[in-house]
Nanobody
């Protein structure tokens, strides 16, 4: 069974940093690209960042470029999202996701999702 478990969310002041983690079950992780999405109250879920397998290629939404960094530790079956210079508009539930391919220019919708972790940025 596929399992993606996020952690690391919380409350932080504007300008601060957080690191989200997503632990994946073994067969979920190897050979697949991974990504982060977010959903703010009253808004649709949106793409944040993606990383290919084994990690050579990354992509970001324009809104987070230069502030967020996605990475993966394949030995630990874990993907990370380092978030710096956080803004109140970054407040959302953040979801880890697995794509059904190891790399693509446009990944399309993920095939598995985590349960989400809340990130709240106060002004």
């Amino acid at each position: 069974q596929v399992q993606l478990v996020e952690s690391g969310g919380g409350l932080v002041q504007a300008g601060g940093s957080l690191r989200l983690s997503c632990a994946a079950s073994g067969r979920t992780f190897s050979n697949y690209a991974m990504g982060w999405f977010r959903q703010a109250p009253g808004k649709e879920r949106e793409f944040v960042a993606a990383i290919s397998w084994p990690g050579h290629n990354t992509g970001y939404a324009d809104s987070v470029k230069g502030r967020f960094t996605i990475s993966r530790d394949n030995a630990k079956n874990t993907v990370y999202l380092q978030m710096n210079s956080l803004k109140p508009e970054d407040t959302a539930v953040y979801y880890c996701a697995r794509f059904g391919v190891y790399y693509a220019r446009d990944y399309g919708p993920p095939d598995y999702w985590g349960q989400g972790t809340q990130v709240t940025v106060s002004s």
